[in-house]
């Protein structure tokens, strides 16, 4: 499984931008989706999570209201839609995948396949 995430840049504080994440040769029909980002000298934090299935939705606490994931099994792209930014959101942003399963959806060990990372950056 190979991710290509996209989508970041610069942006002020309170702007929007959307991130896309594609899985290239294959589908993600099956797979559970997720974002996380990280800051240098921190651990990677989740973000957000898709369940396979559409059932199921997850999101860190502080990006709630203002973030929504969601997917396109279509073109095997899931994407973060990211409203009301905030400095604190600058971070370099990873898309990752996983098989369906009951792994718990907010922990990076329970995901197989990444993406290389976008930055986004929102300045003040």
């Known amino acids: 499984v190979q991710l290509q995430a996209s989508g970041g840049g610069l942006v002020q504080a309170g702007g929007s931008l959307r991130l896309s994440c594609a899985r290239t040769?294959?589908?993600?029909?099956?797979?559970?989706m997720a974002w996380f980002r990280q800051v240098p000298g921190k651990e990677r934090e989740f973000v957000a999570a898709?369940?396979?299935?559409?059932?199921?939705?997850y999101y860190l606490d502080s990006v709630k209201d203002r973030f929504i994931i969601s997917r396109d099994d279509a073109k095997n792209t899931v994407y973060l839609q990211m409203n009301s930014l905030k400095p604190e959101d600058t971070a370099v942003y990873f898309c990752a995948a996983k098989p369906r399963g009951t792994t718990i959806v907010e922990m990076p060990s329970s995901y197989l396949y990444w993406g290389q990372g976008t930055l986004v950056t929102v300045s003040s």
């Open positions: 040769g294959g589908t993600i029909s099956s797979l559970e």
């Open positions: 898709m369940r396979w299935d559409w059932g199921n939705t």
